[in-house]
């Protein structure tokens, strides 16, 4: 074989020159238009690496009287009184083997662990529109501890725990919290976790205190100060135990200086630095349908993600990064848009866009509770982004390869390689109403070369490169003794009658739903031959598995 194996007549087109590409943007074309597009993968080498488990969930603290906007949207999805015993819940974890759950959130930051240091009346949260987040506050049994461990054990979760970072500070009139972080009631629960027994992946200190904070702040060296005494509290209880837990913090939104101080003062300290994302707004706002479907709203979350990565990578510190918290819409989102088809654009557009910038995790809010969860909040049954979340889970690698799009400006494309199997795996979503895309896939394997002509002049370099038998590219190649024979595989994700605002998602014409035993449906795809381009129907999702492209990335 040499330098190139030139597929002609498929939807592959291999190029031999650098990724810089000189194309025509079609613009989207109107009146239910089949228009062409090109989605270019750079395979020469990965851009990011997630982790296996990159997709996580959380679960709330907030009570039943938890409302917003005259709307409460909790019911018993807390961790104090969420349904253990639920068929579906259970089955909806079991399925990702292993899902990551963040246990934290809002009233993390005023919890009391009812532990031997802890010696008042264990309650439950109170509202109190006077006091710091609306809440008194509450307490976490330690039956109930044990009943949720049990329940993570059987179900196979990834538990990081969000630690109270309140406790013994004082808030000033300015609304900053000052004074060194009291660790007595959360190592008593640690002790409490390791005699027990329990597997606690990592321990997050404090949930958006971080900058500007919500609700109070914390300065970042002071927080930098409590992270080290997390640290070696964690690295003192867990002494003889390997592997120990991470340590996680600050879980707020990010502020490039206070991010920055922080990093530098907890560079042996920090294993995992988190963020949160709630970009669309509040769930009160009338436009978020507007925001979702709009490529250059989405775009702008791009700036927080390099920034972030610019900063991590500036610092002495090896921590990596995750979104540890996000919903898109904040207040608990808006019911039948962020629990509905609609937006799945947004969070498969969100993980596209974190594995791009090297982010290892990504925590939705919520797995359930509010009207942003995975799972509907009374049922228990999933909806729409639950199996975007899972198709993603068993379809997107952890290498993360660069990829871009040529044609309709409303088409988001995303590549990785391929999870458990060889080859690649496509995200492609198309936000029009009305334009069908019919995609080819080129790909480009080499190291040196620089390419500076345009698209209808590559069939031309192509037989030249191959006429004087240039040996300058890395191999690129399909498996399969015959290309008619090599087939992928497609998931096709729309909503129910065409409606965005449906909660019933269809994968290849097919209504997803659980069936009377609570178990998660399986998600099957439909074979198609390789030499058809990919077809991308209006308002919808395409997950395409390309097991005969090998690409160095993923070698």
Known sequence: MGSLFWLMGLCFWVFVFGYSFSTVNADTAGGGANVEGTVFIDGKAHIGKIDNDFVCATLDWWPPEKCDYGTCSWGDASLLNLDLNNKILLNAIKAFTPLKLRLGGTLQDKVIYDTEDHRLPCTHFVKNTSQLFGFTQGCLPLYRWDELNTFFKNSGAVIIFGLNALSGRSIRPDGSAVGAWDSSNAESLIRYTVKKGYDISAWELGNELSGNGVGTRVAANQYASDTISLRNLVQDIYSGVEPKPQIIAPGGFFDQNWFKEFLDKTTKSLDVITHHIYNLGPGVDTH?????????????????????????????????????????????????????????????????????????????????????????????????????????????????????????????????????????????????????????????????????????????????????????????????????????????????????????????????????????????????NSSSPITIAPFSIVFVHMPSVVLPACR
């Not at 498996?479 to 090599?486: F, H, I, P």
């Not at 069936?515 to 099957?524: F, T, W």
């Open 288 to 528: 978020l349908i507007e925001k979702i479907l709009d490529p250059s709203y989405l775009d702008g979350e791009a700036n927080t993600f390099s920034r972030l990565q610019s900063t991590i990578n500036s610092s002495a510190s090896s921590a990596t990064s995750w979104v540890g918290e996000a919903g898109g819409a904040y207040n608990s989102g808006r019911n039948l848009v962020t629990n509905a088809f609609v937006f799945s654009f947004w969070y498969l557009d969100q993980l596209g866009m974190a594995s791009a910038y090297d982010t290892k995790t990504y925590c939705r809010q919520t797995l359930i509770g509010g009207n942003y969860g995975l799972l509907n909040t009374n049922t228990f049954v999933p909806n729409p982004d639950y199996y975007s979340a899972l198709l993603w889970h068993r379809l997107m690698g952890r290498n993360v390869l660069s990829t871009s799009f040529s044609g309709p400006k409303k088409i988001r494309a995303y590549a990785h390689c391929a999870k458990q199997s060889q080859g690649i795996t496509l995200l492609l979503i198309n936000l029009d109403n009305s334009t069908t895309v019919e995609a080819k896939v080129a790909f480009n394997g080499t190291s040196t070369l620089q390419h500076k002509h345009k698209l209808h002049r590559l069939h031309r370099l192509h037989k030249y490169r191959h006429r004087h038998r240039i040996h300058r590219t890395k191999v690129i190649w399909f498996e399969g003794s015959k290309t008619s024979e090599m087939e992928r595989e497609e998931y096709h994700l729309t909503a129910k009658d065409g409606n965005l605002h449906s909660q019933t998602m269809l994968l290849n014409g097919n209504i997803l739903a659980v069936n009377a035993s609570g178990d998660i449906p399986p998600l099957e795809p439909l074979n198609v």
